[in-house]
């Protein structure tokens, strides 16, 4: 019969316990970028609800909708960044695209918006293209470190 039992043995002996520990180290790296677009997935449902929660959505629905429509994009591509951050870095400039939107929809689209709905885009976009900046940072330092250690 087969010996089943749990030993609390060190794994320092298994055939692959260096290439666990660089998917480890690989998967800790981009944990913190991950954090940074999960706030992306935020930003976006605030601005997809926006113009109901400033009350600018019957003011101004063609900035409501865009909003909607903005925050709908921006929380699908965080949601696959967070589950693939080490291939994000092509979205992220999107992401960067849809904040510099958002920051400007309210003059493009709606042309006399409120001050509720300017400060509420703005805010939004100013704070989804830093996240959209700050997690780009985060895999172009992590892919430099990378390309630096690996032996030629």
């Known amino acids: 019969m087969a010996d089943v039992s749990h030993r609390p043995d060190d794994i320092s002996g298994h055939p692959d316990v260096s290439e666990m520990r660089d998917r480890y180290a690989k998967v800790m790296e981009t944990r913190g970028v991950a954090a940074v677009e999960e706030l992306v997935i935020l930003a ?42 080490e291939r994000s870095t ?16 309210p003059w493009v689209v709606a042309r006399s918006a409120g001050t509720g709905a300017i400060l509420s885009n703005v805010i939004t976009g100013a704070c989804v293209c830093l996240f959209s900046l700050v997690a780009g940072g985060m895999l172009m330092s992590r892919n430099r470190r990378s390309t630096t250690r690996r032996p030629a």
């Open 44 to 85: 976006g449902i605030y601005a997809a609800i926006s113009g109901w929660t400033v009350h600018f959505s019957a003011a101004k629905p063609t900035l409501a909708l865009s909003n909607l429509v903005v925050g709908i994009a921006l929380a699908v591509l965080g949601l696959c960044m967070s589950m693939a951050p």
């Open 90 to 105: 092509d979205l992220n400039f999107v992401v960067l695209l849809l904040g510099a939107w958002l920051i400007v929809s």
